[in-house]
Structure formats: structure tokens, C-alpha cells
């Protein structure tokens, strides 16, 4: 069973910078960290989880319009870890990030079903 375990997350003011990350575990032989797709989703308070930035086993990368520019996803799978660089931090972003895992996807979605593995999320809060 894949298991996915955030950090990272935190309290910063509009501008601010953090640096999520996600280490995996429990990949079943056959199926190595390098043929998942890996990213980053979010849910703010009252709505619905959206996709923010994915990576794929080729390292195509897509972000949510709203962040390009100021995040930057990237993978280590030697360390089965997956990072998100977020810069110019807005309060908009305030919600609670979550890293997702699925195997062989391709090309990653920002669909919410398309991923069976999710970790449990970490808080970040931006103030105005």
C-alpha cells in the first residue's frame, strides 16, 4: 500500500515563500516511484479539492493557471519524494495541500478520482 506523508506547510504573510514536501513509501515491486504520477492538490475551506501541480514519469509538468509562475513542482525519485516550491504567496493559496500518487497515469489529470493514493495534507495559511 502506497503511503504519501506531507510537510512543510505553515503560516506566512502575502509574498511569503514555502517549500512543501512528500516522501513516499510502500511502492509494490514492478510499479517504482518513477512510472507514478506525483502532484499536489488543494482544498480551501467551503470548496471543493482542486489540482495545482502535477508531474508525470517523463517530468511533463502542469500547473493550475492561478500559480504559474510562482510554484515549482519537482521530483527526487531516488528519495521517493516529491516537492512543491511556492512563491509569492497569495492568501488565495490558504488551503490545505495534499500530495497524490497514481500509477501509470499518463498524461496526470487534475481529476480528484484519478488518484487512489493521497496523503493526509498539510496546512498553509497566507495572511493578507
Known amino acids: 500500500q502506497v503511503q504519501l506523508a506531507e510537510s512543510g506547510g505553515g503560516s506566512v504573510p502575502s509574498g511569503g515563500s514555502l517549500r512543501l514536501s512528500c516522501v513516499g513509501s510502500g511502492y509494490p515491486s514492478g510499479y517504482p516511484v518513477s512510472t507514478y504520477c506525483m502532484g499536489w492538490f488543494r482544498q480551501a475551506p467551503g470548496k471543493g479539492r482542486e489540482g495545482v501541480a502535477t508531474i508525470d514519469w517523463n517530468d511533463s509538468i502542469k500547473y493550475e493557471d492561478s500559480v504559474k509562475g510562482r510554484f515549482t513542482i519537482s521530483r527526487d525519485n531516488g528519495k521517493n519524494t516529491v516537492h512543491l516550491q511556492m512563491n509569492n504567496l497569495k492568501p488565495e493559496d490558504t488551503a490545505m495541500y495534499y500530495c497524490?500518487?497514481?500509477?501509470?497515469?499518463?498524461?496526470?489529470?487534475?481529476?480528484?478520482?484519478?488518484?487512489?493514493?493521497w496523503g493526509q495534507g498539510t496546512q498553509v495559511t497566507v495572511s493578507s
Open positions: 497524490v500518487a497514481e500509477a501509470s497515469l499518463f498524461p496526470c489529470s487534475f481529476v480528484v478520482n484519478d488518484y487512489n493514493y
